[in-house]
């Protein structure tokens, strides 16, 4: 009898990469697509443009202020909700950002297809550089390291321990913030946004899939429900 783990996965991986060739096309990257990328960047980063937003969407797209504090306090709740196990656990998330961080630096480097602030620097905004001009060096996009970070993490979390609804729905909805931070800030446009979150479900998928495989402490916290969860 096959695992329900493995098979439910399976699909969850099938659905991504459905996602995957309709986002694409959506968004300009195959042939018939509207080419919605620059209306949308433009909606967002002029239309929702305010004071208090700048600053928040600023400190949610910080890596020093924000996802590291962040992942410092998931630590804290997997270790004092499982122990040792939280702690293993941990080990193997930080594992699977290294290796989306890398796949997402090499593509970038595949593609390189231009940020906005490289390209149309002229036409947006760039709160974190009021005073214009391109975005330096980093001016390949594709795609949102950041997208592709935080929703591994929500969806990780969300795969291995989908009873701790505490833990994983936070992520997941600050992981959609950061994903319009973003564009927001002018730095990636919405396709790069979206394949972002996407490679990062996928990457998701599969670790989570080789965790409930081959190691029994995850599968022990996958199937562990505690009373009142």
């Known amino acids: 009898m096959s695992d329900p783990i493995n098979h439910r996965l399976m699909w969850i991986g099938a659905g991504l990469i459905a996602a995957l060739l309709i986002s694409l096309t959506l968004l300009g990257w195959l042939p018939l ?3 919605l990328d620059q209306p949308i960047l433009l909606t967002i980063n002029q239309g929702w443009a ?4 700048d600053r928040f969407f600023i400190w949610i797209s910080d890596r020093a202020t924000f996802a590291a504090p962040m992942i410092l306090l998931i630590l804290a709740v997997l270790w004092r909700r499982f122990g040792k196990d939280g702690v293993k656990l941990w080990g193997l998330f930080i594992l699977a950002l290294i290796a989306g961080d890398l796949l ?3 593509l970038k480097h595949w ?3 231009p940020r906005p602030c490289a390209e149309i620097f002229d036409l947006i905004r760039q709160p974190k550089r009021p005073q ?3 975005c330096g060096a980093l001016t390949s996009g594709t795609p949102s390291n950041h997208t592709l970070n935080f929703v591994l993490t929500a969806l990780f979390f969300g795969q291995i ?4 609804r505490r833990l994983w729905l936070p992520l997941l909805a600050i992981a959609v913030l950061v994903g319009i931070s973003r564009i ?3 730095v990636h446009y919405p396709s790069q946004v979206v394949l ?3 490679i990062g479900a996928l990457l998701a998928t599969l670790f989570a899939w080789l965790s409930l495989r081959y190691l029994a402490f995850v599968r022990h916290l996958h199937r562990y429900q505690k009373r009142g969860d």
């Open 132 to 134: 214009g001009g391109t």
């Open 161 to 164: 321990l989908p009873w701790f």
């Open 184 to 186: 927001y800030l002018g």
């Open 50 to 53: 305010h004071p208090w937003a």
């Open 196 to 198: 972002g979150g996407i």
């Open 111 to 113: 593609f390189s297809q």
């Open 104 to 106: 997402g630096n090499l």
């Open 33 to 35: 697509s509207p080419g």
